[in-house]
């Protein structure tokens, strides 16, 4: 289900109301990044050691869960590993209980959020996590797993998500293996 409102490519040239992430959930952000660096040359890696995200809701309930997460490119798609830090309820431990570590979501941009929602949930989809996030937006993961391999996550373009994104793409375009783990704010 695309985006409504689309109007080109966000800036590390994927289109703005497609696929612009895939995301998988891991047993260690850590030893994820070391495979995907020196197996499949994905890098350098921006970490942020502990997330809860802004004002957190699963499943319209307050969420206490923490992660691990670490973004890269390969090419023009962001690739996201994510280590959930406990036993709290979420979208990842979900995924995890049902099937294992491995694939959990695709990464949709949206201009307009709520609209978005709105048109997840009148196809069926149920809107399973919503929170605030470093680039300044918001995302909305929708429990697309009847339909698909995994959830679907609407992530809000605004103005704090170009300048995020487009320097992890930036540092990934002919990258030499140096300072594979950097910050990731």
């Known amino acids: 289900m695309p985006s409504s409102g689309a109007t080109g490519q ?3 040239g994927q289109p703005d109301d497609g696929i612009i992430q895939m995301a998988y ?3 260690d952000v850590r030893r994820s990044m070391h495979e995907w660096s020196t197996r499949l040359n994905v890098g350098p890696w921006f970490l942020l050691d502990r997330f809860t995200g ?3 809701m699963y499943r319209g309930q307050p969420s206490r869960s923490e992660i691990a997460l670490a973004m890269s490119f390969a090419g023009h798609m962001n690739i996201e590993l994510i280590q959930p830090l406990d036993s709290a309820p979420s979208v990842y431990r979900e995924i995890i209980d049902k099937r294992g570590y491995g694939f959990h979501h ?3 941009a949206t201009r307009n959020l709520d609209q978005d929602v709105d048109r997840y949930r ?6 399973a996590f919503l929170l605030g996030v470093p680039s300044g937006g918001r ?3 929708m429990d ?9 996550e609407l992530i809000e373009l605004g103005p704090g998500f170009e300048p995020v994104f487009n320097r992890f793409y930036r ?7 140096s300072e594979p783990v950097r910050a990731f704010l």
């Open 144 to 152: 697309t797993t009847v339909h698909l391999s995994g959830m679907t």
């Open 106 to 108: 695709f990464g949709v």
């Open 25 to 27: 959930v891991v047993e």
């Open 10 to 12: 966000v800036c590390f």
């Open 139 to 141: 995302v909305a993961y």
């Open 54 to 56: 802004v004002n957190p």
């Open 122 to 127: 009148a196809s069926g989809a149920e809107l």
């Open 171 to 177: 540092a990934s375009i002919g990258w030499d293996g």
